[in-house]
C-alpha cells in the first residue's frame, strides 16, 4: 500500500527541540537533528543552511532524529531516531551522504528507538545506542557488518564516545558506566553515586586518559560532574559545581588540547554553559548560553565550542568565550505567556507577546480586523476568565 506524502513548510530553522549536533573534523559545517523531523546542514561560520537531510516520517513522533553524526572524512551524516515508516517493524540508521544530500544507505533491523550514535576517530566504526532493551551495536563502516553488541542493559543508552584507540565508554539510564575495549568486549562498569543516574553527557579527554561524566537526580532536579579513570573507570577528581545548586549538567566536552573542559546546564533556569580550566581542576567561567536546555556540546580545532538547546538554537562560542553565532527560530514562543494574555472588557482587543516574559507584545482588535505590534503592553486589559461557579452534568 502506498503511503501519502506529508507536506511540511521550510522555515529556514527548526520548528521543535534540537536534540543532537555535530560538527565535521575540518570544522567546516555543523548538523543538527531535531523533534521536528529535519537534519539541516549549516555552514557554521556563518550558520548559512546549506540543504536538509529529510528521512522517511510520519504522523505522531515517527520521524523524529535523536541522534546524528558525521563522519572523520566529514563525507558522511548518520541519524537515527524514531526512524521508520509506519508499515515498518523495525527501526533504521540512515546515510546520506553530505555533498549531494542523498540517502546512500540504509541500516535497518534495530527493534529499538535510536537514541545515539557516534563514529570511532579513525571512522572504521559507528556504535548506535537504543531505548530500553536494545542495548548497543557496533557496525563495520566497511560494509556495515555487526562487529560488536551488548543487550546486557536495563535501561536506555544515554550517551556514547569512543577515544583515540578505539575504545568505548557509554552511560545508561540504568545507572552504570561501562567501558569497551577496541575489540568491544566490556573491560569494566561502574556504578553511579548514589542517588544519582548517569546523564547525557559522556567524553575521553582528548588522549584517553579521562573520562568526563555528568550525573543527575531528577527526584530533587540536583546533579554532579565526575572525571573518572579512562582505564578502569575509577574516580579521579569533581569539577567545581559552586552555583549550580538549582538543575542539573547535561552534556560535556574537552576542548581538542584537554586544557578546558565545557558542560551545559539541561535543567532550571539559567542555561548556561560552565567552562573549567585545568582540565575540570581549574576555576571556573559561566556563559549565558541559551533559551532552554543545552542538549549538545562539540569542541572545535581552534579552541571554540559549538552548542544546541531545545529552545531551538545552536550557536558558537570562538577560542576567547565570545558568542559569534547565535542562530533561533522564526516562530513564537508562548511559554510562561498566561499573565500577557489579556483582554478588554467587551471583548473587543486581545493581546498577547510572542516571546517568552512578556517580551515582544501583540494586539488583536475585532473591531479594525487587525493585529499589530507594539513597543509595550497596554495597560487596562485584564485576564481572561477562564473557571466560573456552576455548571455540572
Given at each position: 500500500m502506498r503511503e501519502e506524502p506529508i507536506l511540511r513548510m521550510e522555515m529556514g530553522m527548526h520548528s521543535a527541540w534540537i536534540t543532537c549536533i555535530a560538527v565535521d573534523p575540518q570544522n567546516r559545517f555543523i548538523v543538527t537533528g531535531a523533534q521536528d523531523k529535519t537534519i539541516p546542514l549549516w555552514e557554521l561560520s556563518t550558520g548559512k543552511l546549506v540543504r536538509v537531510f529529510r528521512p522517511q516520517i510520519g504522523e505522531g513522533p515517527t520521524g523524529m532524529i535523536f541522534a546524528v553524526a558525521v563522519s572523520p572524512d566529514g563525507k558522511m551524516i548518520a541519524c537515527g531516531g524514531m526512524t521508520k515508516s509506519e508499515s515498518e517493524t523495525f527501526y533504521s540508521i540512515y546515510l546520506f551522504d553530505r555533498e549531494s544530500g542523498k540517502l546512500v544507505q540504509r541500516i535497518g533491523g534495530l527493534s529499538y528507538i535510536i537514541l545515539r550514535i557516534a563514529y570511532s576517530k579513525d571512522g572504521r566504526f559507528l556504535v548506535v545506542g537504543m531505548g530500553k532493551g536494545g542495548g548497543i551495536r557496533i557496525y563495520r563502516t566497511s560494509d556495515y557488518s555487526i562487529v560488536g553488541e551488548d543487550g546486557d542493559y536495563g535501561d536506555a543508552i544515554y550517551g556514547a564516545d569512543f577515544d583515540g584507540n578505539g575504545r568505548l565508554v557509554t552511560t545508561s539510564k540504568d545507572g552504570f558506566i561501562r567501558l569497551y575495549g577496541s575489540d568491544f568486549k566490556l573491560v569494566t562498569k561502574r556504578k553511579a553515586p548514589d542517588g544519582f543516574k548517569p546523564g547525557w553527557g559522556v567524553r575521553f579527554s582528548p588522549d584517553g586518559s579521562s573520562i568526563a561524566v555528568t550525573f543527575f537526580d531528577d527526584t530533587i532536579l540536583s546533579g554532579k560532574l565526575d572525571v573518572l579513570s579512562g582505564k578502569d573507570l575509577s574516580h579521579q577528581?569533581?569539577?567545581?559545581?559552586?552555583?549550580?545548586?538549582?538543575?542539573?549538567?547535561?552534556?560535556?566536552?574537552?576542548?581538542?588540547?584537554?586544557?578546558?573542559?565545557?558542560?551545559?546546564?539541561?535543567?532550571?533556569?539559567?542555561?548556561?554553559?560552565?567552562?573549567?580550566?585545568?582540565?575540570?581542576?581549574?576555576?571556573?567561567?559561566?556563559?549565558?548560553?541559551?533559551?532552554?536546555?543545552?542538549?549538545?556540546?562539540?569542541?572545535?580545532?581552534?579552541?571554540?565550542?559549538?552548542?544546541?538547546?531545545?529552545?531551538?538554537?545552536?550557536?558558537?562560542?570562538?577560542?576567547?568565550?565570545?558568542?559569534?553565532?547565535?542562530?533561533?527560530?522564526?516562530?513564537?514562543?508562548?511559554?510562561?505567556?498566561?499573565?500577557?494574555?489579556?483582554?478588554?472588557?467587551?471583548?473587543?482587543?486581545?493581546?498577547?507577546?510572542?516571546?517568552?516574559l512578556g517580551k515582544f507584545p501583540a494586539r488583536f482588535s475585532v473591531i479594525e480586523r487587525s493585529l499589530k505590534t507594539y513597543p509595550a503592553l497596554e495597560l487596562g486589559l485584564w485576564p481572561p476568565v477562564t473557571q466560573a461557579s456552576g455548571g455540572g452534568d
Open positions: 577528581y569533581s569539577p567545581d559545581l559552586k552555583g549550580l545548586t538549582r538543575g542539573f549538567l547535561g552534556p560535556v566536552c574537552w576542548s581538542m588540547d584537554g586544557k578546558f573542559l565545557y558542560a551545559g546546564k539541561q535543567s532550571r533556569l539559567p542555561f548556561i554553559i560552565r567552562k573549567w580550566s585545568e582540565g575540570g581542576k581549574g576555576p571556573h567561567k559561566d556563559f549565558d548560553a541559551a533559551e532552554s536546555r543545552i542538549h549538545g556540546l562539540v569542541s572545535l580545532k581552534d579552541g571554540g565550542i559549538v552548542f544546541a538547546s531545545a529552545y531551538p538554537s545552536f550557536g558558537v562560542f570562538d577560542a576567547k568565550d565570545k558568542k559569534v553565532l547565535h542562530m533561533t527560530p522564526p516562530i513564537a514562543d508562548y511559554r510562561w505567556g498566561q499573565k500577557s494574555f489579556l483582554v478588554s472588557k467587551n471583548g473587543d482587543r486581545i493581546q498577547f507577546c510572542y516571546e517568552r
